[in-house]
């Protein structure tokens, strides 16, 4: 899982090493460390934020350490959607069922349909829809597509992706 | 100064584009060390034959007022067979089914030690092993540049100027009339069937539309690309084909509000060729606009390489005959 967590800490030199320790001796791998040094806090702390990936069952313990050294944890946030990904379908959209279109990414547990757009001309004319959809992981999302293509497909719906260079 | 015996197989748009631009650069050949002689030129109806060299304008205005090229009753076969000539130039209309005439002339250029070079995909697309297996046995050299991309060198850009890199992917739009049709839904917010028409008026589109807008003839380019540089041995019925037809203007809109524009988009790696309508980014070097064609090469020295350029018309596809030509004679 992907955590974004605030800490604070004291305006002393080896402060950073400290916080990050426990997240590497973890196996946590950091993805983004962001140190607001001109903003201190009223108790004259330094907020930073730290983002990495983890082991879910780590993470305690990775606070529990952080605390024991004297690191404050302001905040502690799980990043649950990672990627994100644009199509259009074109068809009978509404006809075949829409809400249980939008379900089954849904129910995946791992994938949301997030936006929808949707564009119908005339009843007897396909419908056009633009559809969001947010995952877990770059797996995930790919999954999540190839479940909506084969439901497309069940449903004789046209799915237009984005280029693959788009997608990496 | 060398002396280039060539025939012209096939004298519809593109083969008249090629006596067009061999009269055009007959000095500029000459300067270059290449002096090149039409041999002869065959159309559906009969042949023009003069070994001494025929007269090329005087064949195009023939064409032109006598819808033919020559009185002579001899097939392309036969001048091919009989005639000693160095290059075969095969421009007959393709056949994605068997390969058509074009293929038995292919093959018989080869076995008589001529070189080929073509603009005609279905022999390509179908029997592409074969030609090449041909072509090497008899020693002589086979081109098709034009074949893909008309005057955008997607195929030498790759073998020549890009040579010692790995080729990971190549994307892009090969089929021009889909890409009209596409950018002028766009642009008037109209249906599918108001733009190709449109495009049919304008000339862009065929009478019967289903070679382009199925996705057919990019397919086909797909598939020479996949044999040529990927080493694969495709045939068209190997591709994972949509086409353009259900396209909607409700859902360019909607991907235009989000910035993207829709593209009918070749693929071609490892274990996939595939054309689709896609989302492109808008400002993405794949959205042109227009008749154009475009290829993104994704390599592993060079990063990834994108093209631009004309992917029809007599003059243009002659262009990249002629450039074919030169680099097979010019050393």
Do not use: W
Not at chain 1, 95 to 111: E, F, L, P
Not at chain 2, 24 to 49: F, H, M, R, W
Request: proline letters at 3%; hydrophobic letters at 45%; aromatic letters at 4%.
């Amino acid at each position: 899982m992907r955590v974004s967590m605030d800490i604070e800490l004291k305006d002393v030199p080896g402060q950073l090493l400290l916080a990050l320790n426990p997240i590497s001796e973890l196996k946590g791998n950091l993805i983004s460390v962001v140190h607001h040094h001109e903003n201190h806090t009223p108790r004259g702390l330094i907020p930073v934020q730290v983002v990495f990936d983890i082991k879910q069952e780590n993470l305690d313990a990775v606070i529990s350490r952080l605390e024991e050294s004297g690191v404050e944890v302001a905040r502690v946030g799980e990043e649950r959607f990672l990627e994100h990904i644009a199509v259009i379908l074109i068809g009978h959209i509404v006809h075949t069922d829409i809400q249980d279109t939008i379900d089954r990414i849904d129910r995946t547990g791992y994938a949301e349909v997030v936006d929808l757009s949707l564009s119908m001309p005339r009843i007897e004319n396909p419908s056009s829809a633009y559809l969001k959809i947010d995952a877990v992981g770059k797996k995930e999302l790919k999954d999540a597509i190839s479940l909506l293509k084969s439901v497309a497909a069940e449903k004789d719906l046209l799915i237009i992706e984005p280029i693959e260079t788009e997608l990496t | 100064m060398k002396t280039i015996r060539a025939s012209i197989i096939g004298f519809g748009a593109v083969g008249q584009g090629v006596a067009k631009v061999l009269l055009q650069k007959a000095d500029y050949l000459k300067d270059i060390g290449i002096d090149l002689k039409v041999i002869a030129i065959v159309d559906s109806q009969g042949a023009e034959i003069d070994t001494e060299g025929v007269d090329l304008s005087a064949a195009l205005s023939r064409k032109r007022t006598d819808g033919r090229v020559g009185l002579e009753n001899i097939t392309g076969l036969e001048v091919i067979r009989t005639i000693d000539h160095d290059v075969v130039i095969e421009t007959t209309p393709t056949n994605i089914e068997t390969g058509g005439v074009g293929l038995e002339n292919m093959l018989a250029a080869f076995e008589h030690g001529r070189d080929v070079v073509t603009s005609n995909k279905g022999p390509l697309a179908m029997k592409y092993r074969d030609l090449a297996k041909a072509a090497r046995s008899a020693g002589s050299t086979f081109r098709f540049e034009a074949t893909v991309g008309g005057a955008m060198p997607i195929i030498n850009l790759i073998t020549d100027v890009l040579a010692g890199n790995k080729i990971i992917s190549v994307e892009g739009i090969l089929n021009g009339t889909c890409n009209y049709i596409l950018t002028r839904m766009m642009e008037e917010r109209a249906s599918y069937e108001q733009m190709l028409a449109e495009a049919q008026e304008l000339g862009f589109a065929e009478t019967d539309p289903t070679y382009d807008v199925e996705g057919i003839d990019a397919a086909c380019k797909l598939v020479i690309l996949a044999n040529a540089i990927f080493g694969m041995d495709a045939t068209y019925k190997d591709v994972d084909v949509t086409g353009i037809t259900k396209i909607t203007p409700e859902s360019l809109i909607l991907a235009e509000d989000s910035g993207y524009v829709i593209k009918l988009i070749g693929e071609v790696k490892k274990d996939l060729i595939r054309v689709a309508p896609k989302l492109v980014p808008n400002g993405h070097p794949l959205a042109v606009g227009g008749t154009l064609n475009v290829a993104s090469v994704q390599t592993d020295l060079a990063g990834t390489v994108t093209i631009t350029g004309r992917g029809a018309g007599s003059i243009e596809t002659a262009s990249a005959i002629l450039s074919d030509i030169i680099s097979i004679y010019k050393k």
